[in-house]
């Protein structure tokens, strides 16, 4: 490729076309590091929000989509401490949200 363009253009090579990837709706959970199986890396949009108390102290949960399976979304719920926000807005159901999780269990796609 690179000899049939250096002969049509008299060019050694030409510069890239870059595309621009806008990822700011995207969805998905992935391992935060290679070599530590328990932490992700997750993005994807509130679909609820709901209202509990853990340790004694108040916690919001947003169950947040991060993978659409066929139609249907797997889902994550992340418990936050409402203290976490202070003074910022709390995010709503379909705004996007990210940020790394500790995963207690196992993700497969192989029957257990």
Known sequence: MREAERAATGQPWSHP???????????????AAQDNSDYYIFQGPVRTIRKTDFLDRPFLVFRTAVFALD???LAVDIYVDRAR????SVPTAGDMVS???WLHGHLSEEPL
């Open 71 to 73: 139609g249907d979304d």
């Open 17 to 31: 076309d870059y595309v621009e990837v806008d990822a700011s709706r995207a969805q998905g959970l992935m391992p």
């Open 99 to 101: 940020g790394t999780l």
């Open 85 to 88: 926000f202070g003074s910022r």
